[in-house]
């Protein structure tokens, strides 16, 4: 009879350890948090990306509903989307920040935004460029950006694969959006996945160069890129954005110095740009994936 109790103790428990398990998937909210742009193209294919992930790995988990939001520049922003989590019926949410890797906006505006992290002076500065702070009433775990694991890395190795053709021959450049207030430990990070690429690839001739999101790119995308030149026959160029290539980054110096009469200095030379944005990766949804599957782990220990 002890021997019979027990046995239903540890069936009863074990169903009920299931049967809470999959309430905390049902309550779960999933927040894709993005920069925004006023550009609707840009922001397009960050909507399509959420829908996937609603297709994909929401459904695949059973979590309550997946939106996304604008940190600026664009709508939906966060707190209307955090508001539409919380009418869904969502108990807890998680927020992934689809920021390439840490820098203030991780750090400290999304944070803000979120309602996670109060501080008088950035509620302030947020309030200035027009950015809401949300009041959420359910508990919000933010995740960290894509710099962590190895989505960068495989999704660069894959693209340099792609374009190589004879690595001793061939240089690669690193375009990358730095912020100015971290970049030592930008610098550190990204010169890592260069060396960690170009040690798979066998490119010997590596470097980097922070042309934010292409304002900088005359002057040091450029010049990156020619001296490469120098060294090399052939230059890779890859850029880190979610969703912006490093063709794109070219082709639109190109057409600003164009209307300036100005010549591009890289026309009819060995120089091979990536034309596929991190954002049309299947890796990135197993990112996401992974990232929402250990934060609502996180909640579930609690």
């Not at 495989?154 to 450049?173: C, F, I, M, Q």
């Not at 030592?184 to 040690?199: A, C, E, I, M, N």
């Amino acid at each position: 009879m002890v021997a019979g109790r027990v046995r239903l103790v540890v069936i009863g428990g074990l169903l009920f350890l299931a049967a809470s398990r999959a309430i905390a998937a049902e309550d779960l909210g999933l927040l894709l948090v993005a920069h925004g742009s006023p550009s609707p193209d840009w922001n397009r294919p960050v909507i399509e990306l959420a829908q996937r992930v609603e297709r994909q790995v929401g459904q695949k988990h059973g979590y309550r509903a997946v939106k996304v939001a604008m940190l600026e520049s664009a709508k939906p922003d966060i707190a209307a989307s955090l508001r539409e989590l919380e009418a869904a019926g969502c108990r807890r949410i998680v927020a992934i920040p689809l920021f390439i890797s840490h820098s203030s906006h991780t750090l400290f505006d999304v944070p803000t935004a979120l309602g996670v992290l109060w501080s008088p002076r950035l509620v302030q500065q947020l309030d200035s460029e027009g950015i809401a702070v949300a009041r959420p009433r359910l508990p919000v775990v933010m995740t960290t950006p894509l710099s962590d694991g190895n989505l960068l890395e495989d999704y660069l190795l894959r693209e340099v694969e792609r374009l190589s053709k004879s690595p001793s021959d061939e240089a690669l450049v690193l375009l990358a959006h730095g912020d100015e207030d971290h970049q030592p430990l930008l610098t550190r990070r990204f010169q890592q996945l260069l060396d960690k690429v170009g040690d798979k690839t066998g490119i010997e001739h590596r470097s980097l160069a922070f042309v934010a999101v292409g304002q900088q790119y005359a002057d040091k995308g450029l010049p990156a890129i020619e001296k490469a030149l120098e060294a090399r026959r052939r230059v890779l160029v890859v850029a880190t954005y979610l969703n912006l290539t490093a063709e794109q980054l070219h082709r639109r110096w190109v057409a600003q110095a164009a209307r300036a009469a100005r010549k591009d200095p890289l026309a009819n030379r060995n120089v091979v740009f990536s034309d596929r944005p991190l954002i049309a990766e299947a890796a990135l949804l197993e990112w996401i994936d992974e990232m929402a599957s250990g934060a609502a782990r996180h909640f579930g220990s609690k």
